[in-house]
């Protein structure tokens, strides 16, 4: 089948990865795509939200297959906008529904499937520009650190924790006021913090059955010792140490079957993948929050531990029959490095050319934001090359990346030397 994936990342150039090594794949594209999956497949210059583009792509190259890799082309309901077209309902779209996607899309319509669900997640109440003094109220019923997140997608950064009451109600009213995050910030989700350790649990469904693939945990700050300004993620390790098996069938039981469980009651269609932060508060799991997409850079030590034909699993997904694959995961530990531009999470430059790429061994390269220009690979965003490698000790898998990494060079490159500290 002719298969398309949606998005230029690093998520999408190691989805591309995994379904050019399948044999039910034969012609493969990716838009927009990057100078990486260029090397596997055909790029098409193309936004991920111009669904009538997509539609004229998916007709003209008989496209059997789409596979949605960031949120916002989701959140915006291209999965019913392909539903509801005559043209293309015949065509198996991997993520969830428009309703489906609110979980992402709306941090207050998380928590209230959360609550409804009864799935443990911190205590919570969400305030608009009208209601800013009763805000400040909340605020001061809690106690330090204050949690605020904007309601609305803000590109991974809409999330502050703030250690002093008064400039959390300065941000609040920043965000809701001020627009601070634009129209994401409109409504604000103001949560009791949670005093743990996180994880990413990631869940392939098909909207019935479930499959549970590896555990991983990234690094957001840019800093080291998780210091600075949130990021994309600056890396990310699978599996997580501490989620030994005790703790995993608590997740499961908890979160996992009635999250699957409360969208089926629900009646919201659901194929794809639940990404479901989560963070361990003694022995217990709680939700942070959910997306409705495959974490980056999380995906790039995950999936390549997916042994199991990825386009395979995705016809299940399709046609509801999840239940009739078993997953085969790779034992050892993969370890994920992101290389990022200089002044990234703020203002950085593009176009810097990449030396060394060519060099790397025994680790995989992930480009995540690059583009050829000239016949040479230059940057083109703020995070810029994932190195992921293996390892049966994560501590040895990320010596490999950081040896790896010592091979590449752009200008201003910068990357976190300090990964798995905290493990």
Known sequence: M?????????REHTFAFKIAQSNLCEKLFVAPGNAGTANIANNVALSVTD????KELVLKENIEMVVVGPEDPLVQGITDFFAEDNDLKSISVIGPSKEGARLEGSKEYAKEFLIRHNIPTAAYQSFTENTVTEG???????????VLKADGLAAGKGVLILQDIEEAKTELENMLTNKKFGAASEKVVIEEFLDGIELSVFVLTDGKNYIT???????????EGDTGLNTGGMGAISPVPFADEAFMSKIEEQIIKPTVEGLAKEKIDYRGFIFIGLIKVGDDPKVIEYNVRMGDPETEAVL??????LVSLFKHVSNQTLDQIAVEIDPRSAATVMTVSGGYPEAYEKGKEIKGIDQISDSIVFH???????????????????????DDDFREALKKSYYNIEKLHFDEMYYRKDLGFDL
């Not at 669904?51 to 997509?54: Q, R």
């Not at 995540?368 to 293996?390: M, P, Q, Y």
Request: hydrophobic share 40%; charged share 20%; net charge positive.
């Open 368 to 390: 995540a934001g690059t583009k050829l220009n000239e016949n040479k690979v230059v940057t083109n965003g703020g995070r810029v090359i994932a190195v992921t490698s293996f």
């Open 213 to 223: 693939l590896p555990t991983a945990k990234d690094y957001k700050r840019i800093g």
């Open 51 to 54: 669904f009538t583009a997509i």
């Open 2 to 10: 002719n298969i398309l994936v949606l998005g230029s990342g690093g």
């Open 136 to 146: 400040k109220k909340f605020l001061e019923t809690l106690n330090a650190p204050y």
């Open 304 to 309: 390549p531990r997916v042994k199991t034909d």
